[in-house]
């Protein structure tokens, strides 16, 4: 016989997310599946093979799901690397770990044969290859590896440009520099759910006025929007190779490659706001029934 199962869980609460949260739980409950909500690794201590919150073992848990993009530490995140040593953990510490980087991400996805925006990734002693690829590419992204919202995020425009910009970022005390050929397209991208393999949602942002950024963060905003099934089947093989069982995959369309490309996978894709439920993003029981369905299988192999 099965033994009942207890899962811990941190999400985010802002943004409708407690009540997402409460879904969840309930509907865990149904299945004998009994959660402890709220549990953040950030005030966890680790003692003698323990990681403990207050008198809890977390480590005695049949699964962790950790989904807070916003209130992450250093420390939360050394803790669930440990933690997912012996715990399963959604997402896997090693496929959360990837995502937080843009250009582990770019390469492991280029490797697999998944188109990207061409990049280029150098040692900052080595200015000379960013000047060689600016005379290649004519207009090139500067991107810090773990920024998310569009923050950081430059747009390089020419030789002359980017002469001007390195002083900053010599002054910035980089190890390295991440660039991204600057993607014609039409300042619109899709945000592609997928869970467990499967397809959930799929919605559009628009940057807005003259920014290329479609974030929201950056001003832009979003709107209902169909997934063409290219763009599915790419989010769906982007999130396999990283080995994400939630993932929200960024996804523009090159006008002169002519294809999909995925600029970044997102490993804590935000639920449906209730402003933009209101708007018709309709997606959030989908997204819970199919979360719940992924917890109750990977808890069982415990
Ligand atoms: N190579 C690129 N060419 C053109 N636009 C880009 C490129 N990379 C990113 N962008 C724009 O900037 C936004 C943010 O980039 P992204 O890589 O998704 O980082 P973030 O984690 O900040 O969202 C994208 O949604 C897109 O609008
Ligand atoms: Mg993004």
Known sequence: MSKNRTIGMWLY?????DKIAKKIIKKLKQRDIKV?????????????GHILY????????DLF????????????????QALNRVVPMINSYDSFALTEDKFQTSFVLRNAGIPTADYKLCHR???????EIIKKWDKMVYKPTDGWGGVGLTKIESEASLDMLM????????????????????????????????????YGRKASGNDWRTNVTSGGSVFLREAPSEAIKIAKKACKIC????????????????????????????FATPEQ??????????KIDLIVDLIDKKSRSV
């Open 13 to 17: 609460t802002n943004g409708g997310g």
């Open 65 to 80: 799901f950790s989904y807070n993009a916003g209130e992450q530490t250093q420390y939360q995140t050394y803790l669930y």
């Open 125 to 131: 002693d080595n200015t000379q290859a960013l000047k």
């Open 36 to 48: 402890i909500n709220d549990i953040k690794l950030h005030d966890c201590v680790s003692k003698n």
């Open 167 to 202: 002083p900053f970022l010599n002054h910035m005390d980089l190890r390295y520099f991440y660039v991204e050929k600057f993607i014609k397209y039409d300042n619109t991208d899709f945000r592609i759910d997928i869970v467990d393999g499967k397809f959930v949602s799929c």
């Open 277 to 286: 439920e209101k708007l018709g993003l309709d997606f959030n029981n989908k």
């Open 243 to 270: 080995g994400v069982d939630i993932g929200g995959v960024d996804i523009i369309y090159d006008i002169e490659k002519e294809q999909y490309i995925v600029l970044e996978v997102n490993g804590i894709p935000a």
């Open 54 to 61: 207050k008198d809890l073992k977390v480590d005695q848990l």
